[in-house]
């Protein structure tokens, strides 16, 4: 899979590095069994408050989700649920007030139950809208997390990041270094496919590491080997110098 790279000189593709040993990204297991019993639980408790906490689902939902219509939802069940106790308070002829009360209750019971179930069902894999859009940010951060873990790794221990193969998609190895490559001893070939590199640009970059015996700096790679310092930048997260 190739990402596009903004701001890349010849209108390529950058690929993203491949996960070590072809592992598909991490995602969360949103339809297990914990998924299903959360959203049991937050649906039965309209049921089991008879209607008075119908509001907590919403609430826990507008605190996640930030949202206006998230916070309109909630105030809109916190409503209800006031009224039902201040109309089973009124006195009133043949006890009005407790039938309009019960009737609030059952409604706000049976639409609240089904409407929490609905709002907290498990993330489907790879769902659509808003779902997949969210899902997609939340594991490409955690790739660029992971690629700081492991250069930040590399840097304070240098042979254990050998010994766990950081940024050499070329050997077979189990650490998630998040896509890192080390210019220093990758493949030419290795270089093309997981930095985009031309066939050409790659040639240079292992020409001239050949002549210097290593790189120590992205500046270093494009003044030596002659790449345009907007082309480094492009891949700038995804190299490292080992």
Known sequence: MTTPIAGQSGGGTVPLAPMPGGR???????G?????LRQLAWASVPLWSFSLLA????????????????????AAYLAAAISVVVLTSLPGPND??????????????GVGAV???????????GGGGASASELALTMAR???????????????????ARELAIGRPDVPHDYDDG??????????????SSLGLTPAESAAVAATRDQLGRFSSPEELS???????????????????G
């Open 142 to 160: 955690a790739r660029i997390h992971r690629r700081q873990q492991a250069r930040q790794l590399a840097q304070d221990n240098p042979v254990l």
């Open 24 to 30: 598909p990204p991490d995602r969360p297991h949103s």
């Open 115 to 125: 409407h929490a179930f609905v709002a907290f069902r498990p993330m489907p894999e």
């Open 179 to 192: 896509g890192l490559v080390d210019v220093n001893h990758v493949p030419g070939d290795v270089l093309a």
């Open 96 to 109: 009005v007030g407790g039938t309009v009360a019960g009737f609030l209750v059952l409604l706000v019971m």
């Open 32 to 36: 297990s069994i914990s998924g299903r």
């Open 55 to 74: 509001f907590a689902p919403f609430l826990r939902l507008a605190f996640l989700r930030r949202r206006v219509r998230d916070w309109v939802v909630f």
């Open 223 to 241: 003044a030596y080997a002659q790449l345009a310092p907007d082309r480094v930048e492009t891949v700038r997260d995804w190299m490292l110098f």
